[in-house]
């Protein structure tokens, strides 16, 4: 029997991973966090003070240290880093400013895609980022955009933030996730866009677990098909 794959993609904030791993734990599935992923090579961007911009000196960088994904027993990603498990430092301001730029970088993207599609070959999964619909799972059992309003998505990463002790006005935080969604759907290499078949829902004004059902529901009508 062929793996269940179920694709969560939309823009910052949207509640991509709250959403993915309620939907991974109702389902009994493996939550793989991409997000995750890029935020590691952001982090030790920025621990290393390398120039984010050269696509050359981040793959250069990769190679001089072990990077590691292991699933945990919460069902989150853990991000070990030279045998560093450096997961609660990964949604600090300083690697989120740098994610987006990180991930336009085609060789970057290509090796974290393999590393994504070799997970779901193996296992059944609930995967969340910006192209796993359309680029990484384009053939996933379930494919949903979860988006919500700009606003909405900006108080949520302030209370992110605020969780963590950073204070970020929402002023600032809306232009940044408006920044932010601009660059993820203007970049050249894997965009973020809705794909063709896939099932929009908007969570602005919507419970965790409204959303979680729908999503459920949308793998065991897919089941039954």
């Given at each position: 029997?062929?793996?269940?794959?179920?694709?969560?993609?939309?823009?910052?904030?949207?509640?991509?991973?709250?959403v993915?791993?309620?939907?991974?734990e109702?389902?009994?599935?493996?939550?793989?966090?991409?997000?995750?992923?890029?935020?590691?090579?952001?982090?030790?961007?920025?621990?290393?003070?390398?120039?984010?911009?050269?696509?050359?000196?981040v793959?250069?960088?990769?190679?001089?240290?072990?990077?590691?994904?292991?699933?945990?027993?919460?069902?989150?990603?853990?991000?070990?880093?030279?045998?560093?498990?450096?997961?609660?430092?990964?949604?600090?301001?300083?690697?989120?400013?740098?994610?987006?730029?990180?991930?336009a970088?085609?060789?970057?993207?290509?090796?974290?895609?393999?590393?994504?599609?070799?997970?779901?070959?193996?296992?059944?999964?609930?995967?969340?980022?910006?192209?796993?619909?359309?680029?990484?799972?384009?053939?996933?059992?379930?494919?949903?955009?979860?988006?919500?309003?700009?606003e909405?998505?900006?108080?949520?990463?302030?209370?992110?933030?605020?969780?963590?002790?950073?204070?970020?006005?929402?002023?600032?935080?809306?232009?940044?996730?408006?920044?932010?969604?601009?660059?993820?759907?203007?970049?050249?290499?894997?965009?973020?866009?809705?794909?063709?078949?896939?099932?929009?829902?908007?969570?602005?004004?919507?419970?965790?677990?409204?959303?979680?059902?729908?999503?459920?529901?949308?793998?065991?009508?897919?089941?039954?098909?």
């Open positions: 029997m062929a793996p269940v794959t179920i694709a969560i993609d939309g823009p910052a904030g949207a509640g991509k991973s709250t993915a791993k309620r939907v991974a109702r389902l009994n599935l493996m939550y793989v966090d991409t997000g995750a992923m890029y935020r590691a090579v952001a982090y030790l961007c920025a621990k290393e003070g390398t120039n984010v911009h050269s696509e050359k000196d793959e250069a960088l990769l190679e001089q240290h072990c990077v590691s994904f292991e699933q945990g027993e919460d069902r989150t990603l853990q991000v070990v880093i030279d045998g560093v498990d450096v997961t609660s430092r990964l949604r600090e301001p300083e690697v989120s400013a740098l994610v987006s730029t990180v991930a970088h085609p060789r970057i993207r290509q090796l974290l895609t393999e590393w994504q599609r070799a997970f779901a070959e193996r296992h059944s999964v609930v995967m969340d980022g910006r192209d796993i619909g359309t680029v990484v799972l384009p053939h996933a059992t379930v494919k949903v955009f979860l988006t919500a309003a700009p909405e998505r900006a108080r949520r990463r302030q209370e992110e933030y605020r969780r963590m002790g950073y204070h970020v006005s929402l002023e600032d935080m809306v232009k940044s996730v408006i920044e932010r969604d601009r660059k993820d759907s203007e970049r050249s290499i894997a965009p973020l866009r809705m794909a063709d078949d896939a099932v929009r829902i908007d969570s602005t004004d919507k419970s965790i677990e409204t959303v979680v059902d729908e999503i459920v529901q949308l793998v065991e009508n897919a089941h039954v098909r």
